[in-house]
């Protein structure tokens, strides 16, 4: 079936914008009608905001925090967003000729239409032409069934193309993640290598490394006539602070965009889009992706229309562009981005693929934010900007007839990861680190972090991802250093390698090393040190290391002699291998458990073969994955029982004793992890053994300042360099980390292992050392709960689950302080992040536990805070009763300064409620005990509440209230201020 094209032309110099509705087959045209913009359209329920503010802040910012009553603003966002589109519809196609044209172009189906958006105006150019939406019985919105795309009417012819390979469609790939706390590594662009690496599409990625804009221009210059696509990924920007120029010599200015390239040292470097436009224009790609937000954006602020970096491309000679108008998630990345390749490569169509591509994220709208995944409709964030005869990208599927699938891999058997079921989860952070790594001086990369964490895996995985984008260089050697007993048997392997012949080995060590460090230096070889702990052995902890005394200094010279080349050596080791230096191993990269999605992603992965599906609500699931600590072994071993057991009783289980399933170990993964554990803790000197118990309380993390002191209160032989000694040679054992301070991460199996066999400990001595935890703990926690969250916050993330056992602990002790502490702590912690089921349950265990032990004074406390929480909730009857309850026990201890707190408090609910004279009254008992007890920092408080409360009441109200201050004792002056505050005096004179 034949395209049709609609060409929505913009009419120069009208005001309000008039538009044409033109065939593109014939030229024929409908009368200009004016079109409103979207600004034009009030929001409901905010009438001070404009359209299009609304749609960026529900497009960027709503699901900071989707939850009410932001929701119910985003779907008044919405609602407008759809009644502008049905709006412009109708205006743009009243005109009989505009509908005929209409009706008759999906007369077979609206995927042969095409819409075009012809203008020179940055503010119409910047409209949301995505939302046009026919309002007539079963119409819908075009964007989700029709292609739509943007042109530039005034612009020069675009470059002509020379010949660009026809065999394979070649994309340069530019990741750019210079921001602090950026967005995953490969979690946008990784689905586009994956489809180039196993389609039967012949397509050929390459990262740019690095990814600054020097190296663009030199790699453009050195392969000319290449690459079919540039894509971009990572952060755009549009500049508003630009002034508009002076005159109308638009076409010479472009330089309000900026695309965030990389510095050598990966900081950020925003390039003009005036920079890109004079790279491109001489190294002319027809099409680019930019999946950089905000690279379309522009608006009515904007002079020039090639403000925006997707239309500064298109004067550059680039003939497609595909870019965002708006800032775009990851997870709807996630979902565009292999459906519009797919179809761009099938169809060869740019703009069609962009449908596609919206299709895909219409359908799968939910997007991760803050409740873990909510529905967001971000189909109108990618934009199509096109000049004429864009490239047609049919040829790609032509020449994939006879491909097969993925071509061999050039990796060594014991470099690939063929046989983990799961693949390459997560692990972004430590593939950019590593990538970054390549680029400087030290020969060597050392990856650390906890036995059984994933160093290995993450070798794979980063070699598989440089093999899949063109950097793996002249190939990979690797050594697995439990099989290594010499250096020589290193260099001598190394040069066989690179020169093919065994005789390398009968030089002297000299020779051979001179020869590798002239060979390595220029040429980029992958060498990979796996389990290099075994070389030396892991001091402290009982380990011998398979080289002699001499060896190591072999290899030491090795990575100081190749320091500043091309090769590079990755290490993984579960030791810090200081005595390497750091001019030849730089900055380790310290590995833990996965981060955010990736936990989720990693454990789907592991319940997937099960049949099972993870319910991220389940509160025993995630209190399981909290104690697992996202270590992939640990996770693969425990949630493969998810199949004959749930997740409470797997908790229980791990709490008790993880060792239970050491019979039932399927692998010698599961078994290498228990018996580094069990090694570990009996090779340890006998005068630390009694710090085993303390550590085996506590979970995730620990501070050696706290173990300190329930040493010090538990067993006086115990010193700080014990403590420090036993934690290091833990942390070479790799059941440790130390993160920084004194604050070390417990491998999240260490601390059940340890209880396990510490319950064969005599019951006195567990019950010392249970006591000194729930002292310590209970007093960092008592420091803790009156803070405010900016303080709390760092040490909850290190020790909130520490504290929750101390509390059981408590409990089973009999020790009533330390449970009230924790509990307090943990309560206050819960209302301070908007936890406030859990606050309700904590301060109704608290008030229930003061209750017990008589202590009124606290218990009326509680009550107090749970009157806080129900008036968070907006439960505001819940609220006035434990109010109320808190408020007899006060009267009746004499607690004045309670009461009054208590007084205070019903007046703020009596407010919210618009009781406003109630409200007066509470507030003038709580300003007489204020008074009476002088406390004026509580009464100027109250004061400032009597004023806002007069201000809030009906004019009719506000003598009655002042009558009752009057009533109750308050100064006339201070009447007067309360009323002046609100209607001040006339002026002098007047």
């Known amino acids: 079936m034949s395209q049709s094209t609609l060409i929505i032309r913009h009419v120069p110099n009208t005001e309000p914008p008039q538009f044409t509705v033109e065939r593109s087959q014939d ?137 660009l390979p026809t065999d394979r469609v070649n994309v340069l790939l530019v990741i750019a993640r210079p921001l602090e706390g950026d967005v995953r590594y490969r979690s ?64 010479m200015r472009a330089n309000d965009a900026q695309l965030l390239f990389e510095n050598e040292d990966g900081s950020k470097d925003a390039i003009e889009s005036s920079l890109l436009s004079d790279l491109l224009r001489e190294h002319a790609v027809p099409a680019v992706v930019l999946n950089a937000c905000q690279s379309a954006a522009i608006d009515d602020r904007a002079a020039d229309p090639f403000a925006s970096v997707a239309a500064a491309l298109l004067r550059a000679g680039t003939r497609s562009v595909v870019a965002m108008a708006y800032a775009l998630y990851v997870s709807g990345a996630q979902q565009f981005l292999p459906a519009f390749y797919k179809s761009l490569f099938a169809s060869g169509n740019f703009a069609g693929a962009v449908r596609a591509g919206r299709q895909m994220m219409l359908r ?9 995944t909510y529905p967001l409709e971000d189909w109108a964030v990618p934009v199509v900007y096109q000049q004429a005869d864009p490239l047609d990208f049919s040829f790609v599927a032509q020449g994939g007839s006879g491909r097969t699938g993925a071509e061999p891999s050039r990796l060594p058997d014991e470099a690939r990861d063929d046989r983990n079921p799961y693949g390459f989860v997560g692990r972004d952070g430590a593939v950019l680190e590593l990538e970054r790594a390549l680029r400087r001086p030290p020969a060597a990369i050392l990856i650390t972090g906890l036995g059984g964490v994933g160093k290995t895996t993450l070798i794979h995985g980063f070699l598989k991802w440089l093999e899949q984008t063109n950097g793996l260089g002249s190939g990979v050697l690797w050594f697995d250093f439990r099989d290594v007993h010499s250096a020589e048997y290193v260099i001598n392997r190394l ?61 030491k010279e090795l990575l100081t002699r190749l320091r500043g080349g091309a090769t590079k050596v990755v290490i993984t080791s579960r030791s810090t291998e200081e005595w390497l230096g750091v001019t030849n191993i730089g900055k380790p990269v310290a590995i833990g458990g996965l981060d955010g999605e990736e936990r989720w992603e990693y454990a789907n992965a592991v319940v997937r073969d099960l049949g099972l599906n993870l319910n991220r609500e389940d509160p025993a699931l995630a209190a399981l994955m909290k104690l697992l600590r996202a270590h992939p072994l640990a996770m693969r071993v425990v949630l493969s029982k998810l199949a004959q057991r749930t997740a409470a009783q797997l908790n229980a289980a791990l709490e008790t004793n993880i060792t239970q399933f050491l019979p039932s170990a399927k692998d010698e993964s599961e078994a290498i992890l228990f018996a580094t554990l069990q090694f570990a803790s009996d090779g340890l000197p006998k005068e630390w ?48 980390r ?253």
């Open 495 to 555: 040069g066989e390698a690179i020169t093919g012949k065994a005789e390398f080995a009968a030089h002297s060590q000299s020779d051979k090393l001179d020869f590798l460090a002239n060979m390595c230096k220029r040429a980029p070889v992958r060498i990979v040190w796996d389990n290099f702990e075994s070389a030396r052995g892991i001091p402290g902890a009982n380990r011998v290391g398979n080289l002699t005394d001499a060896d190591p200094n072999v290899l």
């Open 27 to 163: 030229g024929k045209a409908s009368l200009p009608v004016a079109v409103a913009g979207p600004n034009s359209l009030p929001v409901e329920g905010r009438s001070n905001t404009k359209l299009t503010e609304e749609i960026r802040w529900y497009l960027e910012t709503f699901l900071d925090y989707p939850f009410p009553p932001d929701t119910d603003r985003a779907d008044q966002a919405r609602q407008a967003f759809e009644a502008w589109g049905k709006r412009t519809f109708t205006a743009l196609f009243t005109d009989p000729h505009a509908r005929r044209s209409y009706d008759k172009a999906v007369e077979h189906g609206f995927a042969n239409l095409t819409l075009r958006i012809v203008s020179d105006s940055p503010a119409v150019l910047g409209w949301p032409w995505e939302a046009l939406h026919d309002p007539e019985p079963g119409g819908d919105r075009l964007a989700h069934h029709c292609s739509i795309e943007r042109r530039i009417n005034v612009m020069r012819d675009p470059v002509t193309l020379r010949k």
């Open 689 to 736: 053994q009694p710090l085993l118990v303390p550590v085996g309380l506590h979970e995730s993390y620990l501070d050696a300042d706290f173990l300190e002191s329930m040493a010090k209160q538990a067993d006086a032989s115990v010193t700080r360099a014990m403590i420090n000694e036993c934690l290091g040679a833990l942390a070479n054992a790799g059941l440790v």
């Open 364 to 372: 799968n709208p939910q997007r991760v934010c803050a409740r873990g």
């Open 738 to 990: 130390h993160t920084g301070q004194a604050i070390y991460e417990l491998h999240p199996l260490l601390t059940s292992y340890l209880r396990s066999t510490h319950e064969s400990l005599a019951l006195e001595v567990r019950n010392v050392w249970s006591g000194a935890f729930v002292d310590v703990m209970g007093s960092v926690a008592k420091d803790l709960a009156p803070r405010p969250l900016h303080k709390q916050r760092f040490s909850f993330l290190l020790h909130e689950v520490n504290f929750y056992k101390a509390r059981a602990i408590a409990v089973r002790l009999g020790k009533n302080l330390g449970y009230a502490a924790l509990t307090q702590a943990l309560a206050a912690f819960a209302q301070n992040t908007r936890n406030f089921s859990g606050a309700e349950q904590l301060f109704g265990q608290l008030q229930t536990h003061h209750a017990h032990t008589r202590d009124e004074t606290r218990e009326a406390g509680a009550c107090h805070q749970l009157g806080r929480v129900a008036e968070e909730r907006r439960d505001f009857a819940g609220a006035e009763t434990w109010y109320r309850k808190s408020l007899e026990i006060a009267e009746r201890l004499g607690n004045e300064h309670g009461a009054a707190s208590t007084y205070h408090q019903l007046g703020n609910l009596a407010v919210l409620q618009q009781e406003f004279e109630t409200a007066w009254g509470w507030f003038l008992k709580a300003l007489n005990v204020f008074v009476k007890l002088d406390n004026p920092h509580y009464a100027r408080m109250t004061i400032n509440n009597l004023t806002l409360t007069y201000r809030e009441a009906r004019p009719e109200t506000r003598p009655r209230l002042l009558e009752a201050g009057r009533t109750a004792g308050l100064p006339d002056q201070l009447l007067r201020q309360i009323e002046e505050a609100v209607n001040p005096p006339p002026p002098n004179g007047s």
């Open 188 to 251: 946008v662009s990784r689905s586009l290598v994956e489809l180039a690496a196993g389609h039967t599409f012949p397509i050929s990625v390459d990262v740019l490394r690095p990814p600054t804009f020097d190296q663009l221009r030199e790699h453009l210059r050195t392969h000319p006539h290449h690459y079919h696509i540039l894509h971009f990924d990572g952060h755009g920007a549009y500049r508003h602070d630009v002034p508009a120029p002076i005159g109308r010599n638009i076409l």
